[in-house]
């Protein structure tokens, strides 16, 4: 198994992606320009676009995938080519906010159904500690007929991408990595240095390496949780939080965290994987599900000061035109899915209002399809009784005011949750303006 490394180097041994969604997608893109690649998914449709030269990520851009030499494939039976497998799925909760690993299960029933003697698994996949070992080991030695540790062997490698950053890449983000003996780590190591310009940092075991992930994203959900929270505290104060926020943050060692829906893959998902392992082991999460707890209610809170904002304006609420601006889970990306503005437009709707909804950037089909929801147009945002500033987009932020005030109807009610907008301007303007 030593020498896999320099077969992968002299293009004798393929790698390959199972998951090409924003992490697996870059992932193959990078390791392409090293080494032979396969990339897999069960989507037909997502595989064709790729093969079409179409990114439907927004993560690397059509042009790098026209020109990229992976080897794009719906077909199971191709992963047979490699021998270096790296499994980049998708690791949800359930509506009782439990793990889903039926993702991950199902990648290394394929994998395992294709996998070949002398091969290393890695696993990118957010879990909790023990997931690699304990459950996807088992799938891969039942469905391969192979013993983990003599036939094949797998490691842990937490993806660290962070969708619509074009700073933050894979290149530029230390990688750790962890193998379940020194020979495997030494190989996983080595693989991934081959595209992580910022090195790698050796994990002391598989477990050590999944908790690292589980709690880099527990950590800023916590912190994030805390601003929300004096949110909520300033406003029933009279105060504004951002301008509290800029004056605590001239100490050195304020850290910088702002208010906001928490939504996406990483952040509000992951501290439930934490907890729900602490509580199998008989201990049950304070802070963390605290966090959880203000963090999910805040579409509930921005609904309902918008209810507020209105009565106050004396809009008629009842036949209240309500426009939201960007419905993605972070900016400047396609992504709608775990969004946490569909809270909002949920909580209007027990109002009995309908908010029309516009998103530029967001995959429209999609949100359609998970939500049932249909994107208005730029021309309908208008003559609204209240605007919504939801995700801040670039193009968002490109505007002028006139842009927003041209939108907002009479006595103008503007609500900015990411305080895009220069408070003093909008109120010497006479616009009812709340933000986070």
Known sequence: MNNLYSQIVNQKAKISLVGLGYVGMPIAVAFAKKAQVIGFDLNKEKVKLYKNGIDPTK?????????????????????????????????????????????????????????????????ESTVYPGVTEEICVPILEKESGLICGKDFKVGYSPERINPGDKVHRLETIVKVVSGMDLESLDVIAKVYELVVDAG?????????????????????????????ELSLIFHKMGIDTKEVLEAAGTKWNFLKFSPGLVGGHCIGVDPYYLTHKAEQLGYHSQIILAGRQINDGMGRVVAESAIKLMIKNKKDVANAKVGIFGFTFKENCPDTRNTKVIDIVNELREFNIEPLVFDPEADAEEAEQIYGLKFASEDEMNELDLLIIAVNHDVFANQNLNYWLDRVENKRVIMDLKGMLNRDELESLNVSYWRL
Do not use: C, W, Y
Not at 204 to 218: F, G, H, M, Q, T
């Open 200 to 228: 790698v940092h050796k994990a002391a075991s598989i477990k050590v390496a999944e908790a690292a992930k589980v709690i880099e994203n527990s950590q800023r959900d916590i912190n994030i949780a805390f601003m929300n």
């Open 59 to 123: 993560e690397v851009g059509d042009d790098v995938i026209k020109n990229t030499k992976v080897e794009f494939t719906s077909e199971a039976s191709d992963l047979k080519k490699a021998k270096f497998h790296i499994v980049a799925v998708p690791t949800p909760v359930n509506e009782d906010h439990t793990p889903d690993l039926r993702p991950v299960e199902s990648a290394s029933k394929i994998v395992g159904q294709n996998l070949t003697e002398g091969s290393i698994v890695v696993f």
